[in-house]
């Protein structure tokens, strides 16, 4: 089996648990690529280091890897899937950060996971993602997110004001400080936190939210992802910043912004054990109060 691991950091009490996966996963013959930055982080025994290949960027990860393990939280797992793009390498993420909706397998499961993945029992879903269409260059060679897509005020301008249209059809004007547009995956992320509903990873659908707007009766709408969401913007402010995950570009309010479904989709692994459902009952405490 050909493997790729990534992380973005971790702290040096995670070296323990980094050797033992690997360890586990040399016993099986594993061919594996570590990223650079974390080779580097820690002293790993030169048993371990001859046996690892080293790797930078997207362009050295080949169609050929089984599995991409992202070692972190969800963020971890956002940057992964800039790195897979369109190569259609799955991505399974074990949580060494903290809340963990994408990276649902915890560390202390790390045995779980590598038997899964050598008997590969493990569950593939497929994830949409958005993509962001402008009239200027923005984002470099990676203009998507699997969780969304987002504008926002700076921090010493006063609010927004963003013009939302459907396929060409106005929907509404939203005074707000910003708006998010979220994939499904990303309903339990920021969307979530700015009072927008949480729907299921198959739904279909982009949830448009404000946050924080001025209009009281402006509430988050899902629409079918096969529209395409363009905006104008206006503002006192000269500029503004787009976010696509946890990515941002300040841009000037004059730029023409669409974000559409993505062509390609992310292969998201999970362990059969753990559903969509399931991490919601764990993540959120559902199910817990007994007074019922």
């Known amino acids: 089996m050909k493997l790729a691991i990534y992380s973005r950091g971790l702290d040096f009490e995670q070296e323990n648990p980094i050797q033992i996966l690997l360890v586990e996963l040399m016993r099986y013959d594993s061919c594996i690529l570590i990223y ?6 820690f002293s790993f025994p030169q048993a371990i280091l001859e046996k690892l290949i080293p790797f930078s960027c997207s362009d050295e990860l080949s169609t050929d890897i089984d599995m991409l393990i992202s070692l972190g939280g969800d963020g971890t797992m956002l940057d992964a899937v800039t790195l897979v793009k369109q190569k259609n390498i799955p991505i399974l993420g074990i949580n060494f950060g903290r809340l963990g909706f994408l990276a649902s397998i915890s ?12 008997n590969r029992t493990f569950h593939i879903e497929k994830r949409t993602l958005i993509h962001l269409d402008s009239n200027e260059p923005l984002f470099g060679d990676t203009p998507f997110g699997l969780n969304e897509f987002a ?30 547009v979220s994939t499904p995956t990303g309903s339990t992320g920021y969307n979530m936190s700015c009072n927008g509903p949480i729907v299921f990873p198959d739904s279909s659908s982009f949830v448009i ?15 079918p992802d096969n529209n395409v969401i ?17 990515r941002r570009e300040i841009v000037n309010k004059s730029i023409q912004l669409a974000v559409r479904k993505e062509a390609f989709y992310v292969n998201l692994a999970r362990l059969n054990e753990n559903n969509f459902l399931s991490t919601l009952r764990t993540k959120l405490t559902w199910g817990l109060d007994k007074r019922n």
């Not at 560390?107 to 050598?118: G, N, P, Q, Y």
């Not at 939210?209 to 629409?223: C, M, Q, Y």
């Open 36 to 41: 650079k930055p974390l080779l580097e982080q």
């Open 107 to 118: 560390k202390d499961e790390l045995s779980l996971a590598v038997d899964a993945l050598i």
């Open 151 to 180: 504008i926002h005020k700076r921090d010493i301008s006063p609010m927004v004001k963003i013009h939302t249209y459907l396929n060409g059809e106005f929907l509404n004007s939203y005074w707000a400080d910003g708006l998010i």
């Open 209 to 223: 939210t404000p946050v924080a707007p001025h209009n009281l009766n402006v509430r988050p709408i899902v629409v």
């Open 230 to 246: 363009s905006f104008e913007i206006e503002s006192r402010s000269d500029q503004f910043i787009c976010a696509l995950d946890a």
